[in-house]
């Protein structure tokens, strides 16, 4: 189960630096429009926190600090600043998920997230983080689509 949480992990994460990637600028990146309240930078932003913070440091060791607000809060980040931070988001993971054995899967979940049942575990969790993750690549997927039907 790890080799394919990881591998699924990482194939996800690359697919989110290729998604940003294709957006025709920076501009566009940021982009709202009705009914869109985050656009694809703040969407990163927050996959970058979460997965940072829940794998890489509460699974991996990895010091983290988050801050939740400024994922949704921050604009106009530099598409760059953005890919350092997806690259650097996914060597955490995979770091984390390295270090972890069949064993670890069925360990109490390091941090209770609201809608968790009480004896949620570390798979459970990476589950749920994974789920989540392709959630929002779905989003960003869409919102470049939206914005930039050609690219």
Same mark, same amino acid.
């Given at each position: 189960?790890?080799?394919?949480?990881?591998?699924?992990?990482?194939?996800?994460?690359?697919?989110?630096? =290729?998604? %940003?990637?294709?957006?025709?600028?920076? $501009?566009?990146?940021?982009?709202?429009?009705?009914?869109?309240?985050?656009?694809?930078? !703040?969407? $990163?932003?927050?996959?970058?926190? !979460?997965?940072?913070?829940?794998?890489?440091?509460? %699974?991996?060791?990895?010091?983290?600090?988050?801050?939740?607000?400024? =994922?949704?809060?921050?604009?106009?980040?530099?598409?760059?600043?953005?890919?350092?931070?997806?690259? $650097?988001?996914?060597?955490?993971?995979?770091?984390?998920?390295?270090?972890?054995?069949?064993?670890?899967?069925?360990?109490?979940?390091?941090?209770?997230?609201?809608?968790?049942?009480?004896? $949620?575990?570390?798979?459970? %969790? %990476?589950?749920?983080?994974?789920?989540?993750?392709?959630?929002?690549?779905?989003?960003? !997927?869409?919102?470049?689509?939206?914005?930039?039907?050609?690219?």
């Amino acid at each position: 189960m790890m080799t394919e949480l990881a591998h699924l992990y990482q194939r996800d994460l690359a697919k989110l630096v =290729e998604e %940003l990637d294709l957006y025709p600028d920076e $501009a566009s990146l940021w982009g709202v429009q009705p009914g869109i309240v985050n656009p694809a930078g !703040n969407l $990163a932003l927050h996959l970058v926190g !979460n997965l940072s913070l829940f794998i890489g440091q509460e %699974l991996g060791g990895i010091p983290y600090v988050r801050d939740r607000p400024a =994922e949704f809060g921050r604009k106009d980040v530099p598409r760059a600043e953005l890919l350092d931070a997806v690259r $650097a988001t996914a060597g955490a993971v995979q770091t984390a998920l390295a270090g972890l054995d069949a064993a670890a899967l069925k360990r109490p979940s390091p941090v209770t997230i609201p809608g968790f049942p009480e004896d $949620a575990n570390v798979e459970y %969790l %990476l589950m749920s983080l994974y789920g989540h993750l392709n959630w929002h690549l779905g989003q960003i !997927n869409y919102h470049r689509r939206l914005l930039s039907p050609q690219a």
